[in-house]
Structure formats: structure tokens, C-alpha cells
Nanobody, 128 residues
Framework: QVQLVESGGGLVQAGGSLRLSCAASGRTFSSYAMAWFRQAPGKEREFVAVISSRSGTTLRYADSVKGRFTISRDNAKNTVYLQMNSLKPEDTAVYSC????????????????????WGQGTQVTVSS
């Protein structure tokens, strides 16, 4: 089992940057694929980015954030990051990290239903 705690959200002007962090408990963090999802008011939760387990060689992004957001992981710190640049007002949402236990594959699920463990979320607000 793993517990996830996000941080780094806040209010930023359009064009600005934020870096979100998701700290995980447990000794097997490297065995989890880690993802970021977001949910804006009145909208369904949507996939943002995912990084595969172990060395994180496989990365996938939503088209809406490709080229602006970067996901990375530091297994020594049990932390996954989401660097968000060139932020837009439409990026405003609650961002949550999620973990999928996948020690033997480099799978990168895009569907929220594939993730068993979730953080509580952190609010990101981008003003125009």
C-alpha cells in the first residue's frame, strides 16, 4: 500500500510556471507507475501525464499539455514531479497524483480506473 501527498499548487498568472510534487510513503515506490490527473469545476477528471515504474523510461502526456508539462520521478526521494510551464487559464483544476502497482512492466495506464492509490489533490489556479 502507498500513501500519496501532493504539494506545490497555487495561484499563478498565465504564462507562468509551477512545479507540483507528490510524495509517497512505503519502500516500493519504484514499483509504481505514477500519474497526474486533474479535475476542473463541473468537468470530469482527465489524464495529464504518466511515468512508468522503475527508471521511468516511458512517459506519456495529454495532448493539451504536451510540450508544456514534464513529469519526472526521483525514486530515492519517493517523489514524482510535474513541472508546468506556459500555464493557461484552462489549466486551472485540482491536480491529483495516482499510483499503479506495476513492478514487472513499463506500462503507463491512461485511465483513472487503473489506479488504486490517490492523493488528496492540490489546487492550481491560473489567472488571465
Amino acid at each position: 500500500q502507498v500513501q500519496l501527498v501532493e504539494s506545490g499548487g497555487g495561484l499563478v498568472q498565465a504564462g507562468g510556471s509551477l512545479r507540483l510534487s507528490c510524495a509517497a510513503s512505503g519502500r516500493t515506490f519504484s514499483s509504481y507507475a505514477m500519474a497526474w490527473f486533474r479535475q476542473a469545476p463541473g468537468k470530469e477528471r482527465e489524464f495529464v501525464a504518466v511515468i512508468s515504474s522503475r527508471s521511468g523510461t516511458t512517459l506519456r502526456y495529454a495532448d493539451s499539455v504536451k510540450g508544456r508539462f514534464t513529469i519526472s520521478r526521483d525514486n530515492a526521494k519517493n517523489t514524482v514531479y510535474l513541472q508546468m510551464n506556459s500555464l493557461k487559464p484552462e489549466d486551472t483544476a485540482v491536480y491529483s497524483c495516482a499510483a499503479d502497482y506495476s513492478p514487472y512492466t513499463s506500462g503507463t495506464p491512461l485511465n483513472s480506473h487503473d489506479y488504486l492509490y490517490w492523493g488528496q489533490g492540490t489546487q492550481v489556479t491560473v489567472s488571465s
